[in-house]
């Protein structure tokens, strides 16, 4: 065995074993992996080996892709068959809903290009002929389905070795029977790994230990989100209809998925594998997986397959002639959304996960691909925060796990609403004016474990969503709120935003050389900063204030918490002249604005706040009725008249009763997130994380003018100026959607010219209820971006027409903000 390589691979599931042939891919051929017994012995063994390519969202939805572009060239390359079928995937669709999902999905498969067909139900039969339509008795009628013709299923353990052979022969080692059991941080900076067989010390670690990835962050101090729930399906025997309509001729079957009743079934040796997703499937090794589990199954459960089995045969009556020959549990990884954990582990340097995969067969591919890349190249291809370890924050404990990968196991198969808000394990963080928001009929949603209030129903209101892809109940109710604030004063309450303190006498040096804007120099001033990947891509947007000399107050997203504080706490240097401290929970935030605002907040403080002595993008340090050391900014993200309000956070009770105290007279309420959206979308401002993403450089972003090239160095500066050189491919835009009467965009539409060819993409949109416009912003290739060019984006299947706005199409001078 080796006892020095460059990147170590702990884990030998199909996706430790991915991530190691793609590192020799990239030229990284002094590898290793370990496994604590044999290749496959984890979830891969007992996979079904499906390779859905149907996923909502835009980053794993590449991820699928590759893989499924990669298994089907392995063979081929290795040597090693993998029994890639590709049968075709058909998802059944009984409700309109449903089909508003499949078309929503069909947006983002367009825009990464995945083949997909909306199909009718006699379609359906033409390619299921054992499949029922319903209608009658208590079979739903299928109203359409989407069809993949590309997808199907492999041998889990034939595409892992298949990759191994890949891997060996580039000369990647593997060593079975061997167990990491502890790691250590050399002197020189390496890690120097424990194992049963002896030591080896690597500059990097990939966990890819699957069930035990809390266990193997346990000895790294990391605590993983990923906790597996018991998973089954049913071998059944063979089936007399399957076998004689196959010996008639007929080619294999796709996998047929029927969503409405939360099953899958495929065809197996002339019989079948029906794989539910059960309620009441319980979490299992939450504390770790005890050593007599090895290679082992669970007990089936048939009182939990029955519902599905009773529905599967229904729709496919050919099941009830066929006995069951096995019943497989076995534990698979998930994570409190369903997405895996690919990327850095937050707070070490040079160790990456590969954990949590729920459908690990399907993402193995890509999530070796984009993992090998981000450790060689030091950044990934696309955009990854979806499956970034770093979303996640230290409110997961394994109580929350636990509740919300049950919840989201559950859930595989209902409607992904985009405004859907599960209620499990909730609520977890509030701010302190919690009950008091919630007393004002506050319905929540939740975010990075903050409750955060969507919109108010107002008294005699059910306080519930009616989810859904179109105009829903809530939409008169957004619109007041909208109205309040653009014509009265409105509060947010943004306490979730995450809050760094930087200071030091090397803190403004530090902070320009990581973002692209100029740092203020000048106490008061502040300055909307981009954070880039070394090529350009936004990676974080920070507003940096500078409250006193030496001392900067960072702001960004809440949900950004530990993937911006990881690379602020990575960047630091190490002589001590930066101090860095995450006081995300020392302060809350109200955003008090609206033509009215000022009147309200001159109330309570001393501060004057006319123009003069407090402009517009300029920030003090006030007194706020009880409240001190508040640091008021004249800044905000739904373009009106307005402070943000950072105070102490012991202050929270006392301002806001003082707010809506002093507000009474002037009409002063609470206005929720989707509120906010709109008002935003307005206003043009782009979202970090849906609109400002890796993917784009701040140039593509047009965000020119917070883009300083004259200024020192910043990460990313040599691909700006490239990018410059060379000329910007894409460029940001505003669009008025047209002939809109109930489904607004909501990103991830494709965009088109007015001959049909995709140019773009929207990544966010929603209805603009102030100037009362169908709103979508996003990217289009550069030559597209004049206002007032007309485009076309298709929503929810139809297309509709479009026009390049101005950008800010509400007050696009900024005269309200500056007033
Ligand atoms: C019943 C069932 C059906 C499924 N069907 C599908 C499907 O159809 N399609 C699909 O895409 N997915 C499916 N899955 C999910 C899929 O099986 C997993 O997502 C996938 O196998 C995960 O692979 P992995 O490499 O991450 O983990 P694993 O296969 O679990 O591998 C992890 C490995 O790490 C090793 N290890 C752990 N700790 C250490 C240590 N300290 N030192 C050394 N080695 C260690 C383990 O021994 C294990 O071999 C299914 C899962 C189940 C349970």
């Known amino acids: ?54 996923n909502m969202s835009y980053t794993v939805g590449q991820l699928h892709k590759y893989s499924v572009d990669l298994y089907k060239r392995l063979p081929g390359e290795t040597g090693q068959d993998v029994s890639f079928h590709v049968s075709g995937n058909l998802r059944l669709a009984t409700s309109r809903d449903r089909m508003d999902e499949y078309q929503k999905y069909c947006g983002t498969a367009n825009t990464i290009g995945v083949p997909f067909e909306i199909i009718s139900p006699q379609r359906v039969k033409e390619l299921w002929p054992l499949a029922e339509l319903g209608g009658s008795g208590d079979t739903p009628a299928l109203v359409g389905a989407l069809y993949h013709p590309d997808d199907g299923h492999i041998a889990p353990a034939d595409l892992t070795m298949a990759l191994r052979k890949g891997a060996r022969a580039a000369g990647a080692e593997i060593y079975e029977h061997t167990e990491a059991q502890a790691f250590e941080r050399t002197p020189a900076g390496e890690w120097q790994v424990k194992t049963s067989k002896g030591d080896i010390v690597a500059e990097h670690l990939v966990l890819a230990t699957g069930n035990y990835a809390r266990q ?30 196959r010996q008639g001729g007929g080619r294999e079957l796709a996998v047929l998925r029927e969503s409405d009743a939360s099953y899958y079934l495929r065809e197996e040796r002339m019989g079948w594998i029906l794989g539910p997703y059960e309620r009441g499937a319980p979490a299992r090794f939450a504390d770790g997986v005890p050593d007599w589990f090895g290679r082992s199954l669970f007990p089936g459960d048939l009182d939990r397959l029955v519902p599905h089995v009773e529905a599967a045969t229904r729709r496919v009556p050919a099941l009830e002639n066929c006995g069951i020959k096995d019943i497989v549990n076995g534990p698979i990884s998930y994570t409190p959304d369903g997405s895996p954990l690919i990327g850095p582990a937050w707070g070490l340097p040079n160790v990456w996960l590969n954990e949590g995969h729920s459908f690990g067969i399907t993402a193995a591919g890509g999530s070796g691909w984009q ?40 859930n595989v198969f209902t409607i992904h609403y985009p405004d859907e808000e599960r209620a499990d394990a909730r609520p977890a963080k509030t701010s302190p004016v919690y009950d008091k928001i919630n007393a004002m009929g506050a319905v929540w949603g939740q975010r990075y474990g903050w409750e955060r209030a969507n919109w108010f129903a107002p008294a005699g209101v059910e306080r519930k969503d009616k989810w859904s892809f179109r105009r829903t109940n809530y939409f008169p109710y957004v619109a007041r709120e909208v109205q309040l604030m653009r014509e009265q004063v409105g509060v947010i309450d943004l306490t979730p935003f995450t809050k760094h303190e930087v200071t030091g006498p090397g803190a403004e040096a530090w902070l320009d050389g990581l973002v692209a804007n100029k740092v203020p120099a000048r106490v008061g001033r502040m300055a909307l900063s981009h954070a880039l990947t070394p090529r350009g891509g936004i990676r974080s947007e920070f507003t940096i204030t500078k409250i006193a000399d030496e001392h900067f107050y960072v702001v960004s997203a809440g949900a950004a918490e530990r993937y911006d504080g990881d690379f602020l706490q990575k960047k630091l240097p190490k002589d001590g002249s930066v101090g ?13 604005a609206g033509p009215h605002s000022r009147a309200v907040l001159t109330q309570l403080t001393d501060t004057p706040l006319d123009n003069d002595s407090f402009p517009w ?58 509120a906010m959206e709109s008002l935003r979308m307005e ?91 169908s709103l979508a912003i996003g990217y289009v290739k550069a030559q597209y971006a004049e206002p007032g060019t007309p485009l076309s984006i298709l929503i929810l299947g139809e297309r509709k027409q479009a026009t390049v706005l101005r950008e800010s199409p509400y007050d696009p001078d900024n005269n309200e903000l500056r007033a």
């Not at 605590?223 to 399957?242: F, G, K, M, R, T």
């Open 580 to 592: 860095l401290r995450n006081i995300t929970n020392t302060r809350g935030c109200f955003v008090v």
């Open 617 to 674: 993008l300029t920030a003090q340090t006030i007194e706020a009725a009880l409240a001190v050391d508040v640091y008021a900014l004249r800044v905000n993200f739904v373009g009106s008249l307005g402070w943000e309000l950072h105070f102490p956070i012991e202050y929270a009770h006392n301002l806001f009763d003082a707010l809506f105290e002093a507000g009474a007279k002037h009409g002063i309420g609470m206005v929720g997130m989707r």
């Open 1 to 54: 065995m080796k006892t020095h390589v460059r990147v170590l691979v702990i884990g030998g599931g199909v996706v430790g074993v991915s991530t190691l042939y793609h590192l020799t891919r990239k030229g990284w051929t002094d590898v290793a992996l370990i496994e604590r017994t044999e290749l496959t012995a984890g979830s891969t063994w007992h996979a079904a080996g499906l390779l859905p390519l149907f």
């Open 683 to 773: 206003k043009s401002y782009r979202m970090w994380g849906s609109d400002m993403t890796p993917d784009y450089t701040p140039f593509e972003a047009s965000l020119d003018r917070f883009v300083r090239m004259k200024k020192g160095g910043f990460i990313g500066k040599e691909a700006l100026e490239q990018q410059l050189a060379a000329g910007v491919p894409n460029r940001f835009v505003t669009l008025e959607v047209h002939g809109v009467t109930d489904a607004d965009p909501l990103g991830n539409e494709p965009l088109f010219d007015k001959n049909g060819k995709m140019i773009g993409r929207a990544t966010s949109g929603y209805y603009g209820h102030h100037i009362k416009k």
């Open 371 to 410: 993992l090998a890349e981000w450790i060689t190249e030091g950044e990934p291809g696309i955009d990854m925060l979806a499956v970034d370890p770093r979303r996640y924050g230290a409110y997961t404990g394994k109580r929350y796990v636990v509740k919300k990968n049950e919840e989201t196991y559950r």
């Open 216 to 245: 193997t962050g346990r000895m790294l101090g990391l605590n993983v989100p990923a906790i597996p729930v018991e998973h089954q399906y049913i071998v059944y025997d063979e089936s007399p209809e399957l076998k004689s309509y």
